[in-house]
């Protein structure tokens, strides 16, 4: 059963928070065509294989925005790279954020806020092996404890 996702939501990319530790997250703009809005006002759009990066002085998206069903002739490209809006000191911020060792940009979710299409990002770090597996453990003993908080209040 597929998990609900927040209004306005197009799309989430959760294998994110499984495979990186994300330690700050940015909203940003996106620029797009007409026909790509219109997609993802369908809530036609994949984070599945999506990734961002600093390219020159711009922070670029590549994701996967299949194309408008009702488009005739002038549709867009589904897998072109999109630019992302951010402010200049953002932009340089980040830029050196990403140069450190391990860290790299996440798209974590694609929403509507209002008539804008925006992207969360997420500056994170690869988690090893041995992190996911913690964080495994970890979510099994939280969900154990609260059946057994649960199970005792009814009591």
Do not use: C, W
């Not at 797009?32 to 006002?41: A, I, N, S």
């Not at 790299?104 to 996911?132: A, H, M, N, S």
Request: net charge positive; proline share 5%.
């Amino acid at each position: 059963m597929p998990r609900p996702q927040p209004p306005g939501t197009v799309a989430t990319n959760r294998r994110a928070r499984h495979d990186y530790e994300i330690l700050e997250t940015i909203e940003a703009g996106i620029v797009l065509r007409g026909t790509e809005v219109k997609t993802l006002r369908q809530g036609k759009a994949s984070l599945q294989d999506a990734y961002a990066g600093v390219e020159g002085n711009d922070v670029i998206l590549h994701m996967q925005i299949p194309e408008y069903s009702h488009a005739g002739y002038s549709s867009h490209e589904p897998t072109r790279a999109r630019k992302l809006l951010l402010h200049r000191g953002e932009i340089t911020r980040l830029a050196q954020r990403v140069k450190e060792k391990g860290l790299t940009l996440v798209p974590l979710r694609v929403y509507f806020k209002g008539q804008l299409v925006k992207v969360e990002l997420g500056l994170g770090r690869g988690k090893k092996i041995y992190d996911k597996r913690q964080t495994l453990a970890k979510r099994d003993a939280d969900r154990e404890m609260s059946r057994v908080r649960k199970a005792t209040s009814r009591q």
